[in-house]
């Protein structure tokens, strides 16, 4: 039986990416801080034909996520797929005077990926097999205004991963980042929830085809690869102009 282990399984990519591997019959360590929720993730897992293990974790703890990858890997044997799919939105607090807001994300999104993943790396390499996910963002090929904090986790993730992947394929690790552009999950408030959006299952049905394919990065759905190549060839004051017109007022 494979097993895979995810955090931020409570809710959205998370969650539907969860009860997509329990359909497989997967081993699944689902993993987030409400632990009530956890709990009916798990009851749709087992009921789906997987073999749901439920942990209580912060992200940003990182001697707890040791601590739990290690009792996943002793409570199921071994480990094939780690996910970090935890994460949180929000603007900068660009004028509040006060480093929290931002430190927050930057905290959660890019030191909750390395918390979560690196415990696993030893197995993986000693087993010679597995493969680690990160769940990055179409917002890490383009800044969003004041959403510096978000944009720039997904870009150091994404290039964290660019760095690890030769290095692990050596050892058959394979390392997939996942980009998506909006999906309905409730991370997307506001006047982003204007755009069209990919349901969290047909998403997290796609996901699991393209770790399986071991890409390095996949950006979905498709239309956004060529919304990323556009604004990579746009002008720099005609993106500013454009992305303000888009997500309208400045936050202040
Ligand atoms: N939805 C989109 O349009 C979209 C687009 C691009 C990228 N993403 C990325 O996809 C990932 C999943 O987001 P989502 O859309 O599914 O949003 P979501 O529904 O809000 O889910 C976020 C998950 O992360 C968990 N989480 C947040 N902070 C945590 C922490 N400190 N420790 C442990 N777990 C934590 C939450 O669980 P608890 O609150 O229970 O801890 C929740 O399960 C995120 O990394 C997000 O940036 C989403």
């Known amino acids: 039986m494979k097993k895979v282990f995810i955090t931020g399984a409570s809710s959205g990519i998370g969650k539907a990416l969860a009860l997509a591997y329990a359909k497989r019959g997967y081993s699944v360590g689902l993993t987030a801080r409400r632990e009530d929720i956890l709990q009916d993730v798990a009851q749709a897992c087992e009921k789906l034909g997987g073999i749901p293990f439920v942990y209580q974790l912060d992200v940003q703890d990182a001697e707890k996520c040791k601590s739990v990858a290690d009792q996943f890997m002793a409570d199921t044997g071994s480990i094939d797929i780690a996910i970090a799919n935890a994460g ?11 480093s929290n807001q931002i430190n927050t994300i930057l905290s959660t999104n890019i030191l909750g990926v390395t918390n979560t993943l690196i415990p696993f790396i030893p197995a993986m390499k000693a087993q010679n097999s ?12 383009m800044p969003l205004p004041f959403h510096g904090g978000y944009s720039s986790s997904k870009i150091a993730i994404r290039m964290i991963f660019d760095s690890w992947r030769p290095t692990l394929q050596k050892y058959m690790i394979k390392t997939v980042s996942i980009c998506p552009g909006f999906v309905d ?6 006047p982003a929830r204007r755009f069209p959006m990919k349901s969290a299952e047909d998403a997290a049905e796609q996901f699991l085809k393209v ?11 498709w239309p956004y690869r060529i919304l990323v190549l556009i604004v990579q060839l746009t002008p720099e004051r005609f993106y500013n102009w454009l992305i303000k017109k888009m997500f309208g007022k400045p936050i202040t």
Do not use: M
């Not at 597995?130 to 090929?141: D, E, K, P, R």
């Open 130 to 141: 597995g493969a680690l996910v990160c769940i990055s963002s179409v917002a890490s090929f």
């Open 88 to 98: 949180i939105g929000g603007d900068d607090g660009l004028f509040s005077g006060d």
């Open 211 to 221: 770790i399986d394919l071991g890409y390095s990065t996949y950006i979905y759905p």
């Open 185 to 190: 999950t409730p991370i997307v408030k506001g």
